[in-house]
């Protein structure tokens, strides 16, 4: 089976633009959960998407939103960028049925200037 | 929200040696405890889980051992080799699909021959 894959893999955007990142989960697995990874607070949960529907969401503000498709493909919208979301954002996949592994993608490493 | 520290944050040891690293979480309803590694510029890839029903998991030179009543689990390495150099994030969910992970600010694991 083919891996979790993220495109673009590297983007750079000036503050105020907005960005959206794309996520194709591990063929059959139907749960998309996305992180953003930086040096000083390691990976934190933005928010989880399952059959089409956000179950679960992490701590972040409105501007960071997301959607999955009928596929399972899942993309992350980031409005009004701020050079804080400067940071690599990593999907994972996962059967997410009776529980079981997340599988990572490489990850998009977003800079903001 | 679910809280987990990780310590230490940096541990070298001695090719041979063993390597521990310790988590506490803050929520009791965390069920699910996996543990990542992630090689410099690659991906967090599965190492070990263990569920809250079980009090220890082991694997070749990995074990997880998980202690409820006090809300900490702690890896274990055996006989460390060059190639386990890498940092190890632990992580927590409390959801029975093991998604919307907490993690840990992430352990560097340096091995020496």
């Known amino acids: 089976k083919a891996g979790v894959t993220q495109t673009p893999r590297y983007l750079i955007k000036t503050r105020g633009q907005q960005v959206t990142l794309s996520c194709s989960p591990i063929?059959?697995?139907?749960?998309v959960s996305w992180y953003q990874q930086t040096p000083g607070q390691g990976l934190q949960f933005l928010f989880e998407?399952?059959?089409?529907?956000?179950?679960n969401k992490g701590n972040f503000p409105g501007r960071f939103s997301g959607r999955q498709f009928s596929n399972s493909r899942s993309e992350m919208n980031v409005s009004t960028l701020e050079l804080g979301d400067s940071a690599l954002y990593l999907c994972?996949?996962?059967?997410?049925?009776?529980?079981?592994?997340?599988?990572f993608g490489p990850g998009t490493r977003l800079t903001v200037l | 929200g679910e809280n987990v520290e990780q310590h230490p944050s940096t541990l070298s040891v001695q090719e041979g040696d063993s390597a521990v690293i310790k988590c506490t979480y803050s929520?009791?309803?965390?069920?699910?405890f996996p543990w990542y590694k992630q090689e410099l510029g690659k991906r967090p890839q599965l190492i070990i889980d263990?569920?809250?029903?079980?009090g220890e998991k082991k694997d070749q030179r990995i074990a997880v051992t998980l202690n409820k009543t006090a809300k900490h689990f702690s890896l274990h390495i055996t006989e460390t080799q060059p190639e386990d150099s890498a940092v190890y994030f632990c992580?927590?969910?409390?959801?029975?699909?093991?998604?919307?992970?907490?993690f840990g600010k992430g352990t560097t694991l340096s091995v020496s021959s």
């Open positions: 994972a996949s996962s059967l997410a049925v009776g529980g079981g592994e997340q599988f």
């Open positions: 063929s059959g697995h139907r749960s």
């Open positions: 998407y399952f059959s089409e529907t956000q179950r």
């Open positions: 929520d009791s309803a965390s069920n699910y």
């Open positions: 263990i569920r809250s029903n079980v």
């Open positions: 992580a927590a969910s409390k959801n029975q699909a093991g998604t919307a992970l907490i």
